[in-house]
């Protein structure tokens, strides 16, 4: 079982930045491919940004290419989100996810584990 625990969310300006966290348990943290997904109110859970295992392969959904970048540290089992130039379309609550899965994933279900999410306003 991996616990996963997101922080760093909170209310920015319109073209502000942060920084999102999601610390993990895992033993074997080097094995997990990792995702970001966002969820506002009354729409599905969106696909934000993923990485490989190695961190060698990221992808991200076209509205966040160039202001968003994931990252991985293994040597303190967190991944980050570092959202730049940030817009009130991007107000969300965010979640992490792990998964086995080998490659780039990009639907929820295909995440194993998930953390309980952190809230990003964006104000215009």
């Known amino acids: 079982q991996v616990q996963l625990e997101e922080s760093g969310g909170g209310l920015v300006q319109a073209g502000g930045s942060l920084r999102l966290s999601c610390a993990a348990s895992?033993?074997?943290?080097?094995?997990?491919?990792w995702g970001w997904f966002r969820q506002a109110p009354g729409k599905e859970r969106e696909f934000v940004a993923a990485?490989?295992?190695?961190?060698?392969?990221?992808s991200y959904v076209d509205s966040v290419k160039g202001r968003f970048t994931i990252s991985r540290d293994n040597a303190k089992n967190t991944v980050y989100l570092q959202m730049n130039s940030l817009k009130p379309e991007d107000t969300a609550v965010y979640y992490c996810?792990?998964?086995?899965?080998?490659?780039?994933?990009?639907?929820?279900?295909?995440?194993?584990?998930w953390g309980q999410g952190t809230q990003v306003t964006v104000s215009s």
């Open positions: 990485m490989t295992r190695s961190a060698g392969a990221k």
């Open positions: 895992a033993r074997t943290f080097s094995s997990y491919a």
């Open positions: 996810a792990a998964t086995l899965r080998v490659g780039i994933t990009k639907v929820p279900s295909g995440y194993d584990y």
